[in-house]
């Protein structure tokens, strides 16, 4: 048979224990809540051309400084928190050195987005270039100095 007193202590450190544990859950309710205002774009990047995943290209939200490069597989992943974007949409940009860049515009609205993206290769053309540049002086001839020793007996 259990002491009055004990029971009620019990009873009293239960009862703290579900309101800490309530306490504590509402506590963290705001930041699980915070992590749904967020938009996670992923996708990969390949060639128009020869459907070959493109390496390094560069992937990002127009106007920000958020952004992704593409791994070895042409994946990327950028995720954005929609409480620092002052807009309904965002641009995605993706551009890559000798293949002409792609844009997309996307609402801005939490959750996941697949973006999968095709580049177009551009020939880079450049203008041919001749570099005249007077000599200085002219070239010293190199000598060879041959050393020998000489011994006497």
């Known amino acids: 048979m259990c002491h009055p007193l004990q029971h009620s202590t019990t009873s ?12 504590v ?12 205002d967020k938009l996670v774009i992923t996708g990969s990047i ?4 020869s459907i070959v995943p493109l390496e390094a290209v560069n992937v990002t939200i127009v106007g920000t400084e958020i952004g992704d490069a593409t791994n070895r597989s042409g994946i990327y992943s950028i995720e954005i928190s929609i409480d620092k974007i002052f807009a309904d949409s965002i641009t ?31 020939v880079l ?17 190199t000598s060879r100095t041959r050393l020998y020793s000489s011994c006497r007996t």
């Open 46 to 49: 390949i060639d128009f051309a």
């Open 92 to 122: 995605v940009k993706a551009d890559h050195i000798g293949y002409s860049a792609s844009t997309t515009t996307l609402n801005l609205k939490p959750g996941a987005v697949i973006l999968n993206i095709q580049l177009h290769p551009v």
């Open 12 to 23: 009293r450190w239960a009862n703290n224990l579900r309101n800490s544990s309530l306490g």
């Open 125 to 141: 053309q450049s203008v041919e270039m001749t570099i005249k540049a007077p000599r200085l002086s002219a070239p010293r001839p």
């Open 25 to 36: 859950i509402l506590a963290l309710l705001p930041l699980t809540l915070c992590g749904q």
